[in-house]
C-alpha cells in the first residue's frame, strides 16, 4: 500500500514536472515489480517455517512427522536438562521447564507451557495457552494421547487452606483424555494423597475438578461442571451442564445428573438425580440403554 502511494504521489507531482514524469513513473513500475516477489517469497517462507512447528490437521486426525527428530521454534525457552521424546513439535513462545519429560510425538502449540516435574507420556497435545504443572515440591504425571485444551491449567497448586508450603503434592492422567478450553485441574492438598483422572475422559470447557478428586474411566463433563476437593466419580458417568458437587461426595457409575444441580449428597449407581438440592428422579434409562443395557439385567 505504501508503495502504491509513493507511486501515485510521483504520477501527481510529474504533471507539474514533465521532464521527470517518464523516468519517476519507470521507476515506480520497476520497484513494485521488484518488491512484490520479494515480499511474496518473505511471505510464503515464515508459513512454512512457522507450519513445520505444528500438527497438519485433516478431519478430526493429527497428522505427525514420521521423522525421529523433533522441531522447537527458535522463540521457545526449552531447559537443557528436559528430556525430550522423538518427534516432538514444540510451537513459538512455548515454555519447558527443567525437570519436565516429553514422550515421543508431543505437540505443543504457541505460548503453551510445562513446569516444574512433569511427566507427559506418547503423542500427548496442549493447545495454545494451557500450562501443566508448577515449580512447587511434587509431580505432575500424563498417560499418552492425553490433549489439553486452550488455556487449561493442570495440575497446579491446591485452593485448600490445609495446604502447606513445601508439601508434595500430586496430579496423575491416564490415558486417552480430552480437556477443553479453560478447565482447571489441581493437585492434591497433601503428601499422602493425589488427584487422579483416568482413561478416556472428555471433561468440557470450563470444568473445575478441585483437589484430591478421584474421576474414573468414560466420563462426561458438561462445560461448568464444578467438583470440590475429595470427590470420587466412578466410571461412565455424564453431567449435564452448570452443576455444583459438594466435597466428599460419592457418584457411583452410569449414573446421570441434570443441568444446574447441586449435588450435596452421594449419588447411587444408575440413577438420575436433578435438582437446585438434587434428588433422585428415576433410573438413567437412556444412559443404560446407550451402554447396552437391557430391561431385564440385573443392575449389581
Given at each position: 500500500a505504501l508503495v502504491c502511494l509513493r507511486a501515485w504521489l510521483l504520477a501527481v507531482a510529474g504533471q507539474n514536472r514533465p521532464?521527470?514524469?517518464?523516468?519517476?513513473?519507470?521507476?515506480?513500475?520497476?520497484?513494485?515489480?521488484?518488491?512484490?516477489?520479494?515480499?511474496s517469497s518473505l511471505s510464503?517462507?515464515?508459513?512454512?517455517?512457522?507450519?513445520?512447528?505444528?500438527?497438519h490437521v485433516y478431519g478430526d486426525k493429527y497428522e505427525t512427522s514420521s521423522?525421529?527428530?523433533?522441531?522447537?521454534?527458535?522463540?521457545?525457552?526449552?531447559?537443557?536438562?528436559?528430556?525430550?521424546?522423538?518427534?516432538?513439535?514444540?510451537?513459538?513462545f512455548c515454555t519447558i521447564g527443567s525437570a519436565a519429560k516429553l514422550g515421543d510425538g508431543c505437540l505443543l502449540y504457541p505460548s503453551s507451557h510445562i513446569f516444574g516435574n512433569t511427566e507427559l507420556g506418547d503423542h500427548c497435545i496442549l493447545m495454545t495457552g494451557a500450562v501443566v504443572g508448577d515449580d512447587l515440591p511434587g509431580q505432575t504425571v500424563f498417560g499418552c494421547n492425553n490433549i489439553i485444551g486452550h488455556h487449561a491449567v493442570v495440575g497446579v497448586k491446591c485452593q485448600d487452606m490445609k495446604y502447606k508450603s513445601g508439601d508434595e503434592c500430586f496430579v496423575d492422567v491416564g490415558n486417552n483424555n480430552e480437556f477443553r478450553e479453560h478447565v482447571s485441574i489441581h493437585r492434591s492438598s497433601k503428601s499422602g494423597d493425589r488427584t487422579v483422572i483416568g482413561d478416556n475422559n472428555?471433561?468440557?470447557?470450563?470444568?473445575?475438578?478441585?483437589?484430591?478428586?478421584?474421576?474414573?474411566?468414560?466420563?462426561?463433563?458438561?462445560?461448568?461442571t464444578l467438583l470440590a476437593g475429595h470427590v470420587v466419580v466412578e466410571d461412565y458417568?455424564?453431567?449435564?451442564?452448570?452443576?455444583?458437587?459438594h466435597q466428599f461426595c460419592?457418584?457411583?457409575?452410569?449414573?446421570?445428573?441434570?443441568?444446574?444441580?447441586?449435588?450435596?449428597?452421594d449419588v447411587p449407581k444408575y440413577s438420575m438425580v436433578a435438582g437446585e438440592?438434587?434428588?433422585?428422579?428415576?433410573?438413567?434409562?437412556?444412559?443404560?440403554?446407550?451402554?447396552?443395557f437391557n430391561v431385564t439385567e440385573d443392575l449389581d
Amino acid at each position: 500500500a505504501l508503495v502504491c502511494l509513493r507511486a501515485w504521489l510521483l504520477a501527481v507531482a510529474g504533471q507539474n514536472r514533465p521532464e521527470q514524469n517518464t523516468a519517476e513513473s519507470g521507476m515506480s513500475f520497476l520497484l513494485l515489480k521488484v518488491r512484490r516477489p520479494c515480499l511474496s517469497s518473505l511471505s510464503t517462507l515464515f508459513l512454512r517455517r512457522l507450519s513445520t512447528a505444528l500438527p497438519h490437521v485433516y478431519g478430526d486426525k493429527y497428522e505427525t512427522s514420521s521423522s525421529s527428530s523433533s522441531f522447537i521454534h527458535p522463540t521457545s525457552i526449552v531447559h537443557p536438562n528436559a528430556i525430550i521424546g522423538q518427534g516432538v513439535s514444540v510451537g513459538p513462545f512455548c515454555t519447558i521447564g527443567s525437570a519436565a519429560k516429553l514422550g515421543d510425538g508431543c505437540l505443543l502449540y504457541p505460548s503453551s507451557h510445562i513446569f516444574g516435574n512433569t511427566e507427559l507420556g506418547d503423542h500427548c497435545i496442549l493447545m495454545t495457552g494451557a500450562v501443566v504443572g508448577d515449580d512447587l515440591p511434587g509431580q505432575t504425571v500424563f498417560g499418552c494421547n492425553n490433549i489439553i485444551g486452550h488455556h487449561a491449567v493442570v495440575g497446579v497448586k491446591c485452593q485448600d487452606m490445609k495446604y502447606k508450603s513445601g508439601d508434595e503434592c500430586f496430579v496423575d492422567v491416564g490415558n486417552n483424555n480430552e480437556f477443553r478450553e479453560h478447565v482447571s485441574i489441581h493437585r492434591s492438598s497433601k503428601s499422602g494423597d493425589r488427584t487422579v483422572i483416568g482413561d478416556n475422559n472428555l471433561i468440557m470447557g470450563s470444568c473445575h475438578i478441585a483437589h484430591d478428586c478421584k474421576i474414573g474411566n468414560y466420563n462426561i463433563f458438561a462445560n461448568n461442571t464444578l467438583l470440590a476437593g475429595h470427590v470420587v466419580v466412578e466410571d461412565y458417568t455424564h453431567t449435564a451442564g452448570a452443576i455444583v458437587i459438594h466435597q466428599f461426595c460419592h457418584i457411583g457409575s452410569h449414573s446421570f445428573i441434570g443441568g444446574g444441580s447441586v449435588v450435596s449428597q452421594d449419588v447411587p449407581k444408575y440413577s438420575m438425580v436433578a435438582g437446585e438440592r438434587a434428588v433422585l428422579r428415576g433410573l438413567n434409562l437412556e444412559g443404560l440403554r446407550r451402554r447396552g443395557f437391557n430391561v431385564t439385567e440385573d443392575l449389581d
